[in-house]
């Protein structure tokens, strides 16, 4: 399932998002809500990137989260021995504080950048956790930036500029 995941994501990168959405889903059909919970954290992590409604976006990164908190160091172990789970959290929450960026609502925003920011140390020092540490510190400063509370207005949203979110992986 991750190598088919794998191909949806090079599919994606390569500029076909509508085509890319429907394989996601394809796929997210088959593995089931129940599913292996490294698969639904996977497809949903780069589900989320696929999306054009940042309401959507923001689902499909919970749903990554939630999945997250399902799996264990040993089912990951059996996919890529070097990473552990808690070395996952850092990416999944600067996503959720992206969305709710996107969303204009800065204090959801804070509250995930402080959890991004209290595990980040399970990154690896190289090139991906670099690059996961820096979108936390751009992000903070965007945050920084807003004003306090949590206006949720739908017109709220992003104005554009540099992606918000963490580097991905490659599968």
């Known amino acids: 399932m991750m190598t088919r995941i794998g191909q949806v994501v090079m599919l994606h990168h390569a500029g076909d998002r509508e085509e890319a959405r429907g394989r996601y889903l394809g796929l997210w059909a088959e593995i089931g809500e129940d599913g292996d919970p490294l698969h639904r954290c996977t497809l949903a992590h780069y589900m989320a990137d696929a999306q054009d409604d940042p309401n959507d976006e923001l689902a499909w990164d919970l749903r990554a989260l939630s999945a997250a908190e399902g799996l264990t160091e040993s089912r990951l172990a059996r996919h890529e021995q070097s990473l552990a789970v808690r070395a996952l959290y850092p990416s ?42 820096a979108a936390i510190a751009r992000l903070e400063q965007k945050v920084a930036g807003m004003p306090p509370g949590g206006d949720e207005r739908p017109d709220r949203g992003a104005t554009g500029g540099d992606a918000l979110g963490p580097p991905r992986r490659s599968s």
């Open 92 to 133: 999944l929450h600067l996503n959720l504080a992206a969305d709710y960026v996107k969303l204009g609502r800065p204090e959801a925003a804070r509250s995930h950048l402080t959890r991004a920011r209290a595990v980040v140390g399970a990154l690896s020092d190289d090139g991906y956790g670099d690059g996961v540490r």
